[in-house]
């Protein structure tokens, strides 16, 4: 069975410019969280994905925005970005989101987005 | 004070010793803990997942759970070279919304 897959695997750009991560779940599963880890900052929570609708976002600013498609797979976009939005942004997937979540998350390798 | 915190090591132990990790909370709210392992260059992968107080063991692996002292540990006994990397911890309430919030992870190093 395949994991939560993520493209592109590297990403350069630069200041102002827009940037668009991609992640395919887990098959079966309808819940897609998005973290990033930044250097010294560990695993911060962006957004959480659930059959289609966004259920919930974290402390980032509003260009961090994403959606989910009906096959489940989702998108991060981030706009005007900024230098220390350079990190690895992670993709999860979970079977189910509200009612019966447990915390299992199965984790991408990550998309390292590189802002010069 | 945040509300997961992990001391980041790194920490340098031989092969074949006993390692302990810990992480201290302070959100009483939290009932589902985990232990993640990240390799390099990698995604974090489920190591050890315990509901509420207590022990799970796996293998090489010991999870504990103290929610009276807001503590959770993992224990890896038998250390090997191929258990070096960093790992996170993390913890949720449940019900999603929240996420998991993860301490910042403790890089460890096996010496073969």
């Known amino acids: 069975e395949a994991g939560v897959t993520q493209s592109p695997t590297h990403l350069i750009k630069t200041r102002g410019q827009q940037a668009t991560l991609r992640c395919s779940p887990i098959s079966g599963h309808t819940s897609v969280y998005w973290y990033q880890q930044a250097l010294g900052l560990g695993l911060q929570f962006l957004l959480w994905y659930d059959e289609g609708e966004e259920r919930n976002r974290g402390n980032f600013p509003p260009r961090f925005s994403g959606r989910q498609f009906p096959n489940y797979s989702s998108e991060l976009n981030v706009n005007a970005l900024e230098l220390e939005d350079s990190a690895l942004y992670l993709c999860?997937?979970?079977?189910?989101?509200?009612?019966?979540?447990?915390?299992?998350?199965?984790f991408g390798e990550g998309s390292r987005l590189t802002v010069l | 004070q945040k509300e997961v915190e992990q001391d980041p090591g790194p920490l340098s132990v031989p092969e074949g010793a006993i390692v302990s990790l810990n992480c201290t909370y302070s959100?009483?709210?939290?009932?589902?803990f985990m232990w993640y392992r990240q390799y390099s260059r990698k995604g974090p992968e489920l190591l050890m997942y315990t509901y509420s107080s207590g022990n799970k063991e796996e293998g090489r692996f010991t999870a504990q759970v103290d929610k009276s002292s807001k503590y959770i540990s993992l224990f890896i006994r038998d250390s090997q070279p191929s258990d070096s990397a960093t790992y996170l911890c993390a913890m949720t309430s449940g019900g999603g919304a929240d996420g998991l919030t993860f301490g910042k992870g403790t890089h460890l190093i096996i010496q073969p």
């Open positions: 959100n009483s709210a939290f009932q589902y």
């Open positions: 999860a997937s979970s079977p189910t989101g509200t009612g019966g979540y447990t915390g299992e998350l199965f």
